[in-house]
């Protein structure tokens, strides 16, 4: 996936003292990064869509029919509020180290406080924010990067059509450090043995 500067500035905090409401850093090589604040904004964006799907009763869950890709092309029937839901546990769980897991576990889908959690996981106050916002940042890229199904745009997982980036949108691809582009191999000529 590619990272848009249009994208990027909505998502950005306006008063990120990082990028300053840019929503981008400079990375290695020159290369433009997405900020953490459009992270962190991606991540409540999905977990505040799990909280509503989460808490909706069971019964007026949307069935929605969706094409299958592959090559029959049947179309198949979906829960997509349960979905969202497994996704968004899954993706965590295997994305997470176990010790941020426990965290996000209490915190994000227990809905415990950080008062709780840190009695809960011995930790300071300190401690715990900070391991909030590496969780949030983690889980956000992950969640907009993930191919090909990401759940970041929200209305797009829900819709099932993935938004194309239209050709000129921004004349500056953003790429991300994760997926720096292929360094050249050096060749060196080898020298003749006397
Ligand atoms: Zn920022």
Redesign the pocket.
Known sequence: MKWTRSETLAL??QS????????L?PGRAGVSTP????FRAIFRACHARFKQCASREKHISRVSLEANPGRQRKSVWGLKDEEFIADFCLVAKRTLSDREHRVFKFHFLLGADWKLCCRRLNIDRGTFFHEVYRIEQKLGRTFRELEPYALFPVDEYFSGTPRLVPPGESSFKVETEEAPKAKPILKFPLKKAA
Do not use: E, I, K, P
């Not at 990120?16 to 929503?23: F, Q, R």
């Open positions: 950005a905090q990120c003292s990082y990028c300053y409401g840019l929503g850093r900020c953490n604040c459009v």
